[in-house]
């Protein structure tokens, strides 16, 4: 007679398996980084935009735009040495402020995210 008692051991052991792999795939999903770089500079260009020529700090920039320190540094430099925002330091703070080049820069760009949203391009 032929044992077939660990058959439901090895249907578990299977399912198990396909639920560990979903999972594993549904975890790197997540993983992925849910803001793209233009994205992402959108955020901070309406942060600049939102406090006009008097400028903001950098904590201010990384909360309202949702991104951590060191990334919101690395982006307002980015923007800085492209001319489309100034930086100015004073005895403690570190102050970034959109240029003119970097309104019209943000205006074209909401016009192309509005057409990307409409024929549902991630940007």
């Known amino acids: 007679m032929l044992d077939l008692s660990f058959l439901p051991c090895m249907i578990l052991s299977q399912v198990s398996l396909k639920y560990n792999i979903q999972t ?3 975890n790197n999903m997540l993983k ?3 803001r793209s770089e233009m994205g992402i500079i959108s955020d ?3 942060v600049a935009m939102d406090c006009g020529r008097q400028g903001t700090i950098i904590s201010s920039i990384a909360r309202r735009a949702n991104m ?3 990334t919101a540094v690395e982006k307002c430099q980015k923007l800085v040495d492209f001319g489309l925002m100034e930086s100015t330091t004073d005895k403690r703070n570190h102050t970034y402020t959109i240029t003119e080049k970097g309104i019209q820069f943000f205006q074209e760009m909401q ?4 057409v990307a949203q409409a024929v ?3 940007y």
């Open 44 to 46: 901070i260009l309406q």
């Open 32 to 34: 992925q980084q849910y």
């Open 68 to 70: 951590s320190h060191y």
């Open 24 to 26: 594993l795939e549904l």
């Open 111 to 114: 016009k192309f995210i509005e």
């Open 120 to 122: 549902k391009i991630r």
